[in-house]
């Protein structure tokens, strides 16, 4: 797994989001972006860590943050999840892990014993002009607004 670092420029990379309109890297020139790679629509610690960004959108936006969150869960997953909690952003539908690959946050991991390949929470802040700003590996569901902000 080649996760991208701070200081990467992040490749172009292009997903549908849970109305099927295509999202774009590109979309956001000039934007600054956080990119959050969560395990599943509708789990609880996704679902906790999706709710804490929607709580505290306005103050994100207001520090100038886009978001767009990630998974590999199908359009139909993703327009549920957001619909149940009213999230202001786009959900990717990455069924084909495009940009799961592209950010490298594919592997392995262990879950109560269990050893299986799926997508590590982790989530990315990219500046105006693409480039990694900081990464964010312990995300902590229920403060992760507060994590961006700092």
Known sequence: MNTLQV???????????????????SDFKGKKLVVFFYPAASTPTCTVEA??????????QDAGYEILGVSKDTERKQKNFSDKYNFPFPLLADTDREVIETFGVWGT????GRVYDGIHR????????GIVSKVIDKVKSKEHARQILD
């Open 7 to 25: 200081g990467d420029k992040v490749p172009n990379f292009i997903s549908s989001d849970q109305h099927g309109n295509t999202v774009a890297l």
């Open 51 to 60: 709710c804490n960004l929607r709580d505290h959108y306005k103050e994100l």
């Open 109 to 112: 991991k262990k879950f109560m």
């Open 122 to 129: 982790k989530s990315f802040v990219i500046n105006e002009e």
